[in-house]
């Protein structure tokens, strides 16, 4: 690579960072599905068992 003009390195240094910077932005991405997956999962548990706790002090055991 050092046989190479400047400008094409730096033109190739600067592609690289676009992709780097685009693989960081998926896996951030990624990351925030996963973690919104994660609370709807977590917040339909807990509608579930307060749905639970109703039918139970209600005199019922309902389940979902």
């Known amino acids: 690579m050092r046989n190479l003009p400047q ?3 730096e033109h190739k240094g600067l592609g690289e960072l676009r992709e780097l910077r685009e693989l960081r932005g998926l896996r ?3 990351e925030l599905r996963e ?6 999962l977590r917040e339909l548990r807990e509608l579930r068992e307060l749905r639970s706790w109703g039918a139970e ?3 019922g055991a309902e389940e979902l």
């Open 57 to 59: 002090g209600a005199g």
């Open 28 to 30: 951030e991405l990624r």
């Open 7 to 9: 400008s094409y390195r």
């Open 35 to 40: 973690l919104r997956e994660l609370r709807g």
